[in-house]
C-alpha cells in the first residue's frame, strides 16, 4: 500500500503540490488563529496587570473603557473625598475618555482616545511613563487647551513640541510626547487637562469614571463593595472585573478567528477530496487490475487513504513556519506544544474526511467493472 | 486427481435497459491439470464472460462453478479475491500493468499482495523476467516497454504466487502476428515444460492452435471440441480446426 502510494504521489506531482499547497493554507490559518487568540490574550492579561489594587467607578453598565459613562462631578468629588475608604489621594483622580478613532472591525478596541486627567494627578493614570520629548505632566492648576501625546497617538503626526493639533476640532498645544510604555491605553491617548477635555467634549460639569487607589491593596474589594452599597446605580470595576468583562470581550474575536480557522481547515479537506476523486477517477483500471490480481478492498481504502495523509503531513511543516514567521513578526510566543498538537491534528484530520469518501468509492468498484473503464 | 476447474450447467445473464442478455447458457467444462485449453468464439459468444466465471471475478445466475473441487458460489468476496490472489493468474488483452510502477514492481505487487517479503518478491520477480526473457527491462516502466514486452510482464505477474490456472482473455490482441505469436509459444511452453494449466480466450484459430484441447463457443454454449495432436504441423492443426468450425456451422471467409 505504502510503496503504491509513494510512487503515485511522485508520479502525479501537480496533483500532489496542489493538495499539499490546500493543506498548507488550511493548517496555515488555523495556526494563524491559536497566534492571534494567544496574542490578544497576552495583550489583555498584561494591560490588566497594570490595574491591579486599582478600582474605576463609572456609570452602570457601561464597559471599560468607559467612553459612554457619565458621572456628576459633584459625585465624583464626593467619593474622592470619602476619608473611610482610605484611599491614596495622589493616586486617585477623576477622569474623562472619549475615543476619537474606533478599532477596524467593531469588537476590537480603539485607535484613538483622549484622556482628560486634572493636572497633578497625570501619575494616578499613567504612573511613571518618561516624555521621550517635552514634559510628562502638566503645569499645577492648567486648565488651558494643552495635550501630552501617546507614543502610539504622536506616530503619524509631524508635530514638534510647542506646536498644535486639532482635537474634536479645537486646536491644542503639545506640551510633552511620552515614550512608548506597555500601557497600551496610555499609548494611544493624547492626554489634556479635565477641564480641557469637559471644554472640548462639551461634558461640563461630567466625569466618566474615578479612578481610585486604596493605599492598602488588600482593601480593594472591601471598597469596591462599600461604594456598591452607597452607590447601587454605579458600576465598581475591579481588576477581576476586568479581566472578566475582557474575556467575554474576547469570545467574538475568538470566535471569528476560529471560524476562519476552520473555514481554511474544510476549505483544505474540500481540496483533497475534490483531487481525490479526480485521482480515483483516472485510475479506475488501475484498481480494477489490483482487485482482479487479488488486492482486498481494504489495500484499495488504505493506498488513497496513505496518499492522503502523506500529503497532508508534508503539507503541515511549512505551514508550521509560516505560523513561526507570523509569531515573531507579531512579537508573540510560538504556538505551544499542545497547540502544535493542535494543528497536525487538524491536518490528519483533513486528510482523512478528504481521504475518506473518495477511497470507500475506489474499494467499492468491481475489477470487471473497473476494467472494461474506458 | 479431479479437474483444476469445472462448470455445471452454468449460466450468466446480464440486465442491460431492462432486457436480459444470455452470456452464457448452460455450459459444462472441465479442465485437468496441466492441459492448455483455447476456447474459441466470435465477439459476443460469451467467452469472456465464461473466463471471468472460471476466474472468479464474476457469479454465475445460475450452475456452478468449481475450482478444485470446491464450488465458487459458496464463497463471499474476500475468499473469492484470496482465490485469485493465490491460486489464479490472470493475463488481460490490454496488459493491465500498473503505469507507475516498473516491470519488476509490477511483478513484485502480485507477491506483496500475498504478504510475500520485500526481498524475496524481488528475487521472485528476477526469477519470473529471467523466465520470460526480459531481465534488462526489469527497471523500465510499462510506458518504455513495447506491447509484446507488455504483455510478458504480464505473464510474470500473472505466475508470481505459482497460480494453479492461468487465465488468458485475447493476450494477443492487441499485439502484431510475430509479437503474438512470441506470446502464445511462451504460454505453451509454460505448460509444456512448467505443467501450467492454462484457459486461453480468444477468436483467432490460429492462436487456439497452441492449445492441446479447442472448445468451439456460440451464442453463450459449447458447440464442439476438438483435441489436438502433440507433433502435428501448423497447416494440418489449422485445417483441423477450420473444419472443426464449418463442422458446426462456421462462416468464416479469411
Known amino acids: ?374 | 486427481m479431479g479437474p483444476i476447474v469445472e462448470t455445471r450447467n452454468v449460466c450468466k445473464t446480464y440486465g442491460m435497459n431492462g432486457i436480459a442478455v444470455e452470456a452464457v447458457r448452460g455450459i459444462d467444462l472441465m479442465v485437468n491439470s496441466g492441459e492448455f485449453v483455447a476456447i474459441v468464439g466470435p465477439s459476443g459468444s460469451g467467452k469472456s464472460s465464461l473466463l471471468n466465471l472460471l476466474g472468479a471475478m464474476d457469479s454465475p445466475s445460475s450452475g456452478e462453478v468449481l475450482f478444485d473441487g470446491r464450488s465458487l458460489t459458496e464463497l463471499n468476496d474476500w475468499q473469492r479475491t484470496t482465490l485469485r490472489l493465490k491460486h489464479i493468474g490472470f493475463v488481460f488483452q490490454t496488459f493491465n500493468l500498473l503505469p507507475t510502477l516498473t516491470a519488476s514492481e509490477n511483478i513484485e505487487i502480485a507477491l506483496r499482495l500475498a504478504s510475500v517479503g520485500r526481498r524475496e518478491s524481488a528475487a521472485r520477480a528476477g526469477e519470473l523476467l529471467r523466465l520470460v526473457g526480459l531481465s534488462p527491462r526489469a527497471l523500465h516502466k510499462p510506458r518504455y516497454l513495447s506491447g509484446g514486452e507488455r504483455q510478458r510482464v504480464a505473464i510474470a505477474r500473472s505466475l508470481a504466487n505459482r497460480p494453479q490456472l492461468l487465465l488468458a482473455d485475447e493476450p494477443t490482441g492487441n499485439l502484431d502476428s510475430q509479437t503474438g505469436t512470441s506470446i502464445l509459444e511462451l504460454l505453451r511452453d509454460l505448460c509444456t515444460r512448467n505443467g501450467q494449466t492454462v484457459i486461453l480466450v480468444t477468436h483467432d484459430f490460429r492462436a487456439a492452435s497452441y492449445a492441446d484441447r479447442v472448445l468451439l463457443l456460440r451464442d453463450g454454449r459449447i458447440h464442439g471440441e476438438t483435441s489436438l495432436h502433440a507433433g502435428q504441423d501448423s497447416s494440418q492443426v489449422l485445417g483441423q480446426l477450420l473444419s472443426f468450425e464449418l463442422q458446426w456451422g462456421g462462416d468464416r471467409s479469411d
Open chain 1, 1 to 374: 500500500m505504502f510503496d503504491i502510494a509513494m510512487k503515485n504521489l511522485s508520479t502525479r506531482k501537480v496533483r500532489t503540490a496542489l493538495c499539499i499547497f490546500a493543506v498548507t493554507a488550511g493548517v496555515f490559518l488555523i495556526g494563524v488563529t491559536l497566534v492571534m487568540n494567544n496574542w490578544m490574550y497576552s495583550m489583555m492579561t498584561e494591560e490588566l496587570a497594570k490595574y491591579m489594587g486599582k478600582l474605576y467607578v463609572q456609570q452602570g453598565g457601561s464597559s471599560y473603557p468607559p467612553f459612554d459613562s457619565s458621572l456628576s462631578q459633584m459625585v465624583a468629588d464626593a467619593i474622592l473625598n470619602r476619608g473611610d475608604l482610605d484611599l491614596n489621594i495622589g493616586n486617585s483622580t477623576d477622569l474623562i475618555f472619549v475615543r476619537t478613532q474606533r478599532g477596524m472591525m467593531p469588537f476590537m478596541p480603539a485607535q484613538q482616545m483622549v484622556i482628560g486627567v486634572p493636572a497633578g494627578k497625570e501619575p494616578a493614570l499613567f504612573g511613571t511613563i518618561s516624555a521621550s520629548r517635552g514634559v510628562n505632566h502638566f503645569e499645577p492648576n492648567e486648565q488651558g487647551n494643552v495635550a501630552i501625546l501617546g507614543s502610539e497617538f504622536a506616530k503619524d503626526l509631524t508635530i514638534s513640541i510647542g506646536g498644535e493639533t486639532s482635537i474634536n476640532g479645537q486646536m491644542v498645544q503639545v506640551v510633552g510626547r511620552l515614550e512608548k510604555s506597555s500601557m497600551d491605553s496610555i499609548n494611544i491617548s493624547a492626554i489634556i487637562p479635565l477641564e480641557a477635555a469637559q471644554r472640548i467634549f462639551s461634558k461640563q460639569g461630567q466625569v466618566s469614571s474615578i479612578l481610585l487607589t486604596p493605599n492598602d491593596f488588600h482593601n480593594t474589594s472591601a471598597i469596591a463593595a462599600s461604594l456598591r452599597e452607597d452607590y447601587p446605580s454605579l458600576s465598581v470595576v475591579t481588576q477581576d472585573d476586568m479581566l472578566k468583562e475582557a474575556e467575554a470581550v474576547m469570545q467574538m474575536p475568538i470566535f471569528y478567528m476560529s471560524s476562519m480557522g476552520i473555514t481554511g481547515l474544510i476549505v483544505a479537506m474540500l481540496i483533497i477530496m475534490s483531487t481525490m476523486f479526480m485521482a480515483i477517477s483516472e485510475r479506475t483500471r488501475e484498481f480494477g487490475t489490483l482487485r482482479a490480481i487479488g488486492a482486498q478492498r481494504y489495500v484499495i481504502i488504505g493506498t488513497v487513504m496513505i496518499e492522503a495523509l502523506i500529503m497532508a503531513l508534508i503539507g503541515v511543516p511549512p505551514a508550521i513556519g509560516l505560523v513561526a514567521i507570523m509569531s515573531r513578526m507579531m512579537e508573540t510566543s510560538l504556538p505551544t506544544t499542545a497547540q502544535l498538537l493542535q494543528i497536525i491534528s487538524a491536518a490528519v484530520f483533513a486528510a482523512g474526511i478528504g481521504g475518506a469518501y473518495p477511497a470507500l468509492r475506489a474499494a467499492r468498484v468491481e475489477p470487471l467493472e473497473a476494467l472494461r473503464y474506458e
